[in-house]
Every structure is written in structure tokens, then in C-alpha cells.
């Protein structure tokens, strides 16, 4: 008994782990650190550029240059004070709002109850018209554009940028709304209907204000679109209706560019619509996840 206990221990041996196991294991760990590395690259890609050039308008054009100063330099606030104060970029961000605002509030007037229609009636042609007017190229339309304003004396003021910048709102409000209406129980209309309503009053009162989180995704994305638009302006507006794209263009010349106050005009066009971006993204997802799901 004695001799078989003894040798029993130095028989039993661990037997080995299964391949497939081990690879599941690999395959485990490997993926949280790829996950880890591809949102960190993500972040860079799209932090570094920003960084840059909020530090780069913090800096003189001598210092941008300088490989040595990228990190290390004495912050300065002329290129902001040269922005705002001496090129009057007081007006040009009145002129950016105005026009974003008059445009995203002309077409969710125009929009909305067309996208309405559309839903409630399928109007799948139509709706197939909306989506390639937004996959249309904006400048094959300038050259004609320009011949019709500049025949009805429009050209330079707010009223072509304000229906130019629409081209691109209009479309877009109007695919967002569909899939929105889509998302929304008939039910309710017909039950508004049989208590008295009328159809436009049904979806007065009963479509619109459910639709408020749609209303808001489009109205946003619209207004973030006509704000950063730059080539309807550059050929469609004046030098009183310029717009902050237009006129960040205008520290490029043909010698040199202004790096420090081009930089500075880019963070005084970027920043609002990081903080509207910032203080409406759960509207924005909310309303455009709601149109997808429930469709």
C-alpha cells in the first residue's frame, strides 16, 4: 500500500488546457486592448487638430513657425483682438446667425408638412426627389443660381443667402421628419378624427408636438449646416451680408496667410457651434434614434 501511494502522485499528471480555450482566452484579452487603442486613436485624430489651433491662435506667426514653441511659448490675445476688433467680426457673426436662423426656420415651415405628406400618404417618389436633392453637388447649381439672382438684382443680400442655404436645410429636414412621422402611430390621428379634429388639425395638435424631438434634431443640424457653409456665400453674398466663413478667407492672400488670426477666426467660428453641439446632442440623438427605431 505503502509503494502505491508513493507512486500514484508522480503519475498523476495536470492534463493539458484545450487549444480552443486558450484562444478564446487570447481572443478575450485582445479585444479590450484594441477597443482601447482604436477609440484613443479616434480621439486623437480628431482632438489634435483643435488643439492646434486653439494654441496656434494663443500664438505670433514667428512662434507657429518655430518647431521649438510648439508646446512652450508666451500666450498672446492680439490675433483675437486684431479678429474682433479691427476686422469687425462682430458683424459677419450677426450675418452667419441671421441667415442660419431665417433659413432653419423657412424650411422646418416648409419641410415639416411636406414631410407629413409624404409619410402619411407614401409618397415614395417624392420622397426619392428630397433624397437626391441632397445628394446633388451644391456647385453644380451656383453658375445657374447666380445667372437668376444676378438677372432679379438679389445677388448680395440676405434674401439669396437665406434661399440658397435652404437648398441644403430644406432636403435635409425633410428626410429627417419622414422617418419621424414613419415612427408615429396612425392611431392616434384617426382616434383625434373620430373625437372631431380635423386632419390638419389632428396633425396640428396631436403629430407636431410629438414631433418636437425630431424638430429639434432637424432644426439643429440644420442651423450647424448653415452656419458652417461656405461656398453659397463666397460667389452669392455682399460686403455687407458676408458670412464667418467667408470672411475667415480673407487673412489668406495671394503672398502670405495670417496663421495667428486665421486660427483665431476658426476657434470664434468653431466655438458656438461646439457649445450648442454640446447642450443639444441628447435632442440630437434622442431624435434621430427615435425616427430609426421605431420606423
Given at each position: 500500500m505503502t509503494d502505491t501511494l508513493t507512486v500514484q502522485p508522480e503519475l498523476i499528471r495536470a492534463k493539458p488546457e484545450p487549444e480552443r480555450s486558450v484562444k478564446r482566452r487570447s481572443k478575450g484579452r485582445a479585444y479590450p486592448i484594441f477597443r482601447v487603442l482604436m477609440l484613443t486613436l479616434t480621439v486623437v485624430l480628431f482632438v489634435a487638430p483643435l488643439v492646434w489651433m486653439v494654441m496656434a491662435s494663443l500664438k505670433t506667426n514667428v512662434d507657429i513657425y518655430d518647431p521649438g514653441k510648439t508646446f512652450a511659448f508666451t500666450p498672446t490675445l492680439d490675433n483675437y483682438i486684431n479678429v474682433l476688433s479691427r476686422n469687425n467680426y462682430f458683424t459677419f457673426?450677426?450675418?452667419?446667425?441671421?441667415?442660419?436662423?431665417?433659413?432653419?426656420i423657412f424650411s422646418l415651415i416648409l419641410g415639416v408638412p411636406a414631410a407629413y405628406a409624404m409619410s402619411?400618404?407614401?409618397?415614395h417618389r417624392s420622397a426619392m426627389v428630397v433624397l437626391m436633392a441632397r445628394i446633388i453637388p451644391g456647385v453644380s447649381l451656383l453658375v445657374p443660381w447666380y445667372f437668376i439672382f444676378a438677372n432679379l438684382k438679389m445677388v448680395g443680400g440676405f434674401g439669396v443667402l437665406i434661399l440658397s442655404h435652404m437648398f441644403v436645410a430644406l432636403p435635409l429636414?425633410?428626410?429627417?421628419?419622414?422617418?419621424?412621422?414613419d415612427s408615429m402611430p396612425l392611431e392616434l390621428e384617426e382616434q383625434a378624427q373620430v373625437d372631431g379634429l380635423t386632419p390638419i388639425g389632428a396633425f396640428l395638435r396631436i403629430s407636431l408636438p410629438l414631433s418636437a424631438p425630431g424638430l429639434a434634431t432637424a432644426g439643429i443640424l440644420s442651423f450647424i449646416f448653415s452656419w458652417?457653409?461656405?461656398m453659397?456665400?463666397?460667389?452669392?453674398?455682399?460686403?455687407?451680408?458676408k458670412t464667418l466663413p467667408v470672411?475667415?478667407?480673407?487673412?489668406?492672400s495671394y503672398a502670405s496667410?495670417?496663421?495667428g488670426s486665421l486660427m483665431s477666426a476658426a476657434v470664434v467660428v468653431t466655438v458656438p457651434i461646439m457649445v450648442i453641439a454640446l447642450f443639444t446632442q441628447k435632442y440630437i440623438v434622442s431624435g434621430?434614434?427615435?425616427g430609426a427605431t421605431k420606423g
Open positions: 457673426i450677426f450675418n452667419s446667425f441671421w441667415v442660419a436662423l431665417w433659413s432653419t402619411r400618404f407614401t409618397m429636414i425633410v428626410y429627417i421628419m419622414i422617418s419621424y412621422f458652417n457653409n461656405f453659397f456665400a463666397l460667389v452669392l453674398s455682399g460686403a455687407n451680408t470672411a475667415i478667407f480673407n487673412f489668406v496667410i495670417d496663421w434621430l434614434t427615435a
